[in-house]
């Protein structure tokens, strides 16, 4: 059975059909054009591990470049680990997670701790700005492969 991630939007539109499954695939094995998590990463991890946020292909998405986007794979293979709950309303305990005070620096939508959400949110919009200024890159550096062949 399929569980929704999202709370099914007011305005009349289908809920969003995303699993649990799929979105881990591509938070850990997609690109910052796909995930919010690998793009909030990519962004504070740059000045260690080199992930510079740019223009990519014929529409231009936001990516780190394939051989960014791989050192972003190994980063996340050494430091995140995966743990999750079925829940039938699940932005229901997430709402409650965030308002319960435990820092969530991650999290910008809802958080209610705007310590780092600000700073975060500056951050992405200047790696987005910063990379919008550059130059389109043609290719991306082909194919990836996921640390550990997996993906």
């Known amino acids: 059975m399929?569980?929704?991630t999202e709370k099914p939007p007011l305005n009349g539109r289908p809920p969003s059909r995303s699993h649990v499954h799929q979105r881990l695939r591509t938070h850990f094995g997609g690109n910052a054009a796909g995930s919010t998590l690998r793009l909030t990463l990519g962004c504070l991890l740059e000045a260690?591990?080199?992930?510079i946020l740019r223009r990519v292909g014929t529409t231009g998405r936001l990516t780190f470049t394939n051989p960014g986007e791989q050192l972003l794979d190994a980063w996340l293979h050494m430091h995140a680990r995966v743990a999750w709950a079925t829940h039938p309303a699940p932005w229901e305990p997430e709402k409650k997670?965030?308002?319960?005070?435990?820092?969530?620096?991650?999290?910008?939508n809802g958080n209610p701790c705007a310590a780092f959400t600000g700073q975060l949110s500056a951050l992405r919009s200047a790696a987005k700005r910063?990379?919008?200024?550059?130059p389109l890159i043609g290719d991306s550096g082909g194919p990836r492969r996921a640390v550990g062949g997996r993906r």
């Open 97 to 108: 997670l965030l308002a319960s005070g435990l820092p969530l620096p991650l999290n910008i």
């Open 130 to 134: 910063r990379a919008e200024a550059l």
């Open 48 to 51: 260690e591990i080199g992930t």
């Open 2 to 4: 399929r569980h929704l």
